[in-house]
C-alpha cells in the first residue's frame, strides 16, 4: 500500500469565511473521488486543524500501489478537483508519498 499525504497553507488574502468555503469545497471534491479511481483505497481530508499547526488542510489517502498513486494524479476527476478547488486558493503545498511496511500496517 501506498501512502499519500498533501499538507496546504491557504492563500493570505481569504477572510474567515472565504478560507471555509474552500475547505469545504477542497474536502467534497477530493473526498467525492472515493470509487472513481482505480486503485485508490480511501480518501479523507481534514480542515480542522489545532492552533499549533501551520498548514490549513491535510489530505490522507492510500492506493493499492505506486502505479495507482501515479493513475491518480492525471485522473480527470482528479484533475478537475485541483484545478478548480485547490490550485486556485492554495498558497503552498507539501507533499510526502510512501510506502506503508508490515511495520506501520
Given at each position: 500500500m501506498v501512502k499519500h499525504v498533501i499538507l496546504w497553507k491557504l492563500k493570505e488574502e481569504l477572510n474567515g469565511a472565504e478560507k471555509e468555503?474552500?475547505?469545504?469545497?477542497?474536502?467534497?471534491?477530493?473526498e467525492g473521488l472515493q470509487g472513481q479511481i482505480p486503485g485508490l483505497l480511501n480518501i479523507r481530508v481534514n480542515t480542522n486543524p489545532l492552533a499549533s499547526s501551520n498548514c490549513d488542510v491535510m489530505l490522507d489517502s492510500a492506493f493499492i500501489d505506486e502505479a495507482a498513486l501515479q493513475g491518480y494524479t492525471v485522473h480527470p476527476a482528479h484533475v478537475e478537483v485541483a484545478v478548480t478547488k485547490v490550485r486556485p486558493f492554495t498558497a503552498s503545498r507539501f507533499c510526502m508519498d510512501y510506502e506503508v511496511t508490515e511495520e506501520q500496517a
Open positions: 468555503a474552500v475547505k469545504a469545497g477542497i474536502k467534497s471534491g477530493l
